[in-house]
């Protein structure tokens, strides 16, 4: 049974930093591609950033320079650290793993950018 659970949201204030954790089981992590998207209310869920299995990375233009994405394989972990939030980052964070014609999505974790 293939899982992919993320944690780590929360109410953040404007300028400050969360880190998110999507921990993976049940498939081969190492080998997938592993990304993050985020869906905010009333829009359509958006690649925020992904990290093949080889460690490269390909970042959404609004998230540049603030959001870094990596990969631990030995913990089949992928984290996402933000920096420097907006309060137009604030959405459901979901973790996505994909290999060839298979996708796997975990449930989302909220995160709010607020003062």
């Known amino acids: 049974q293939v899982q992919l659970v993320e944690s780590g949201g929360g109410l953040v204030q404007p300028g400050g930093s969360l880190r998110l954790s999507c921990a993976a089981s049940g498939i081969t992590f190492s080998m997938y591609t592993m990304g993050w998207y985020r869906q905010a209310p009333g829009k359509q869920r958006e690649q925020v950033v992904t990290?093949?299995?080889?460690?490269?990375?390909n970042s959404a233009d609004s998230v540049k320079g603030r959001f870094t994405i990596s990969r631990d394989n030995a913990k089949n972990t992928v984290y996402l650290q933000m920096n420097s939030l907006k309060p137009e980052d604030t959405a459901v964070y979901y973790c996505k793993g994909s290999y060839s014609v298979l996708n796997y999505w975990g449930q989302g974790t909220q995160v709010t950018v607020s003062s």
């Open positions: 990290i093949t299995s080889g460690g490269g990375t």
